[in-house]
C-alpha cells in the first residue's frame, strides 16, 4: 500500500538524518581540536580519525535504515574517542554520548590492573598514562565484554577485525578480568554473581531431568531409565527449561557482573 512505502520512505530518511548529524559532529570535533603532544591524546584522535573515514564509507553505501543506523554507531564511536582525547588534554569532555551498544554490560575498569601473559605485560586503568595510551569505549567484543578505560596495548583489536577472538587476545582477556587469573572483579561481584547463578540454574536443571526420569515406566529396564534421565538432563532441565542459561544469566547480568560491582562500582 503507498501509506506503507510512504512510511519506509520517512524511516529511511530519517535513519540517514540521524546518522548525518552525527557523522557531521564527528567531523566538525576531529578538526577543531588540537593534536596534543601525548601519546594517549595521539592515538586516541587517530582512533577517532579512523572511526569517521569508516562512518564516511557506511554512509556512502547505506541503503537501508539498519545501514544508516551502523554509520550512527561508528559515528559515536569516533566521538567516544574524541571525549577521550579532551579527557588526557585535561579538557572538558563535553556533553555525554548516548550509550554504545553493549556499552553497558562491558562497564568500566575502575582501578589499574596488571597482569602478565606469555612474558609480556599488560595494564588496564580507568586514566590516561604514558604506559596505558590506547582507550576503549566499552562493549561487546565477539561475545565478550570488555569494559572502557585506558589500555597498554590494543589487545581487542584483532577480535573486533576477524570477528573471533585469537588465542592472544582471549588470554589477555581473562588475565585482565577473569577472577581465576586476575585476581577479583573489584568485591567478587563477577566471581558471586557468576558462581551462585550457575549452581541455581545446574541445582534446577539436574532435579528438573532428575524427576522426568524417575516419572517414567518403572518397568522399563536399568539402561532406558538411565538414557532417559541423561536426555531429561540435557533437553528438559539443563538448557530448555532454563536451568543453565537461565542461572548463567541472572548471574552474570543481574547478579554481579552487569548490576554488581563491575558495571557500576568497583571494578
Not at 76 to 83: F, H, K, M, N
Not at 102 to 127: D, H, I, L
Request: no cysteine.
Amino acid at each position: 500500500m503507498w501509506w506503507s512505502r510512504r512510511r519506509k520512505e520517512r524511516e529511511l530518511a530519517d535513519a540517514r538524518e540521524e546518522a548525518l548529524r552525527w557523522y557531521e559532529r564527528l567531523g566538525g570535533q576531529i578538526m577543531n581540536l588540537p593534536p596534543g603532544e601525548e601519546a594517549a591524546t595521539k592515538q586516541a584522535l587517530v582512533d577517532a580519525g579512523e572511526r569517521y573515514n569508516a562512518a564516511g564509507g557506511q554512509l556512502d553505501r547505506a541503503t537501508t535504515v539498519k545501514q544508516y543506523e551502523l554509520a550512527r554507531e561508528t559515528s559515536l564511536e569516533g566521538l567516544a574517542y574524541v571525549r577521550a582525547a579532551r579527557v588526557a588534554m585535561g579538557l572538558d569532555p563535553g556533553p555525554e554520548l548516548p550509550p554504545l551498544a553493549g556499552q553497558r554490560q562491558a562497564g568500566a575498569v575502575r582501578q589499574p590492573r596488571s597482569v602478565e601473559v606469555q612474558g609480556q605485560e599488560y595494564r588496564a586503568s580507568p586514566r590516561p598514562a604514558s604506559d596505558t595510551p590506547y582507550y576503549y569505549p566499552g562493549g561487546m567484543v565477539s561475545g565478550r565484554p570488555v569494559p572502557s578505560g585506558w589500555y597498554s596495548e590494543p589487545w581487542w583489536k584483532t577480535a573486533l577485525v576477524a570477528g573471533a577472538w585469537g588465542v592472544g587476545g582471549a588470554l589477555v582477556f581473562d588475565a585482565l578480568f577473569s577472577p581465576g587469573w586476575g585476581g577479583g572483579w573489584g568485591g567478587g561481584g563477577f566471581e558471586s554473581g557468576y558462581d551462585s547463578g550457575y549452581d541455581q540454574g545446574f541445582d534446577a536443571g539436574y532435579d528438573q531431568g532428575q524427576d522426568q526420569a524417575q516419572d517414567q515406566d518403572q518397568g522399563q529396564d536399568q539402561d532406558q531409565g538411565a538414557d532417559y534421565t541423561d536426555a531429561s538432563y540435557d533437553t528438559g532441565g539443563y538448557d530448555d527449561s532454563g536451568g543453565y542459561d537461565g542461572g548463567y544469566d541472572g548471574g552474570f547480568d543481574g547478579g554481579g557482573f552487569d548490576g554488581g560491582d563491575f558495571g557500576g562500582g568497583d571494578f
